[in-house]
């Protein structure tokens, strides 16, 4: 088992930044993909960044070029730089990992953009 635990939520102001990270523990051998989600109230879980163990990204475009994914490998962690946040970027904001083929999320963190 892999327990993903998020931090670095928060109440923001729009235009204002963040940052979430995420540390990784338990039954580690090599970590695959590391990424964030974020579910809105009343709106499906969407991928917000994913990042590869070479560190190649991908962007959903409603972050594009105001979210940056990077990660730790030897520290097994994961962070999200959000800039020029918008009220539209409220959301509980997951972090997920593979290994062997097993998917594991964290329990969340809130994200709240006041206009």
């Known amino acids: 088992q892999v327990q993903l635990v998020e931090s670095g939520g928060g109440l923001v102001q729009a235009g204002g930044s963040l940052r979430l990270s995420c540390a990784a523990s338990?039954?580690?051998?090599?970590?695959?993909?590391m990424g964030w989600a974020r579910q809105a109230p009343g709106k499906q879980r969407e991928l917000v960044a994913r990042?590869?163990?070479?560190?190649?990204?991908n962007y959903a475009d409603s972050v594009k070029g105001r979210f940056t994914i990077t990660r730790d490998n030897a520290k097994n962690k994961v962070f999200l730089q959000m800039d020029s946040l918008k009220p539209e970027d409220t959301a509980v904001y997951y972090c997920?990992?593979?290994?062997?083929?097993?998917?594991?999320w964290g329990q969340g963190t809130q994200v709240t953009v006041s206009s």
């Open positions: 997920n990992t593979d290994q062997w083929g097993v998917d594991y």
């Open positions: 338990g039954n580690i051998f090599r970590l695959n993909n």
């Open positions: 990042i590869t163990r070479s560190g190649s990204t």
